[in-house]
């Protein structure tokens, strides 16, 4: 044997062997139609990762409007008991 054909043989046995893809008529799926799936996932991803994000930050504002009413709402009570207390 030569020493490419040995070569060749090393990494026939030590590759590990992937899943093929089938294609519509059995043969294996094209390599771009794989890598356009791909592309078309990854965008789905960034696209819901983006959403999410706006999403979370929207929730955020929203958790320190209410904390600052809350806040608001406990001084107001504060000032009314205040002012009860000293009518009774």
Known sequence: MS???V?????MTT???HAVERGPH???APASD???RLQVLVGEL??????????????RARAEQLKQEA??????????TKWVGMMV
């Open 26 to 28: 059995g043969g294996p």
């Open 7 to 11: 070569t060749m043989m090393t990494r």
């Open 34 to 36: 794989d890598s356009f």
């Open 15 to 17: 590759t590990k062997p």
């Open 71 to 80: 806040q608001s709402t406990e001084h107001g009570l504060k000032q009314t």
């Open 46 to 59: 960034l696209s819901e990762n983006q959403r999410l994000r706006f999403e979370i930050e929207g929730l």
């Open 3 to 5: 020493e490419s054909q």
